[in-house]
C-alpha cells in the first residue's frame, strides 16, 4: 500500500506462509491498527477493529502476490505501520540470479490485484449477507461514489456483525483510495505503465504530473467535504512528494 522501502526485522516478528507465500508482520503494525480503532468505551470494539484490518490489508498484499505469482515471480509480504508491501523477490535462472522485468501490462494487473482482491472479499461477504437473509444498506459518498454498509446479521450477535460491517467498508473505501492515481498508491503505479504504454519518453512524467494534481483535488475534497484533516494531510504530502520527484528528476512541472 503506502510505504517505500520494507522496514528491518525485528525480533517481535510475526511470521507465517499462505499458499507457499511468506509474511511478515512488524510489531508496529499492531500499535497502529489499535490506536486506529480505538474505542474507549469498548476495548472489544478496539480489536475487532485490528482484526479487520489485518485481513483487509492481508488479503490487499495476497493479492499483489498471487498476481507475482501468475507471472512467474515469487514474492513475500510484509505487514508495517503505514498498511502492507509486497516485494517480489530476484528469480534463479539456472544458477545465476536475475531480475526478471515485468511488462507493463503485468505490472498494471499485479497493481490492480490489491484493491481487486478486497473488493472480491467484500462482494462475497455482501452475498453472504443477502443469502443469510441480514440487511445492507448504500451510502453515497459525495453523491456518486457507493459505499455499501451492513447494518444487521440473522446470527452471530452484534460483534459479528460489527466485523462483517468493518469488513466491508473497509475493503471498499481503501480499495477506493488506492486507484487515486497517485504514487506511491496502487492507482499511482496503474498510471505510470499505462502512461509508459502510451508516451515511452515521458510517461513517468505525465504519471508524476498527474500524481500531483489527483493528490491536491483529493486533499482538498477530503479537506472541505469529507471533513478528515488526516486524509486531506496524506494526499496533500503525497501530491508534494510526486512535486518534488518532478523537480529533481526534470527541473520542473
Ligand atoms: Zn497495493
Redesign the pocket.
Known sequence: ?ILFQVPPPTRYDLRFTIAGIPIRVHPLFWVISFLFGFSSNNILYTFIWVLAIFVSVLV??L??AFAFRRYGLRSSIVLHFMG?L?VPESVSWGGTWANVALSPREEIVV?LA??FSGFLLATLLIGGVIVSGGSIAVNWLLGFIPLPAVTSLPFGGVMLTVLVAILVSVNVFWGLI?LVPVYP??GGNVARYALMQYDPYDGVRKSLQLSVIAGGIVALVALFFLKSIYMSFLFGFLAFQSYQTLQNRYGRF
Open positions: 500500500m490487499h498484499e493479492g499483489h502492507g509486497t497493481s490489491g484493491p488506492n498508491l496502487d
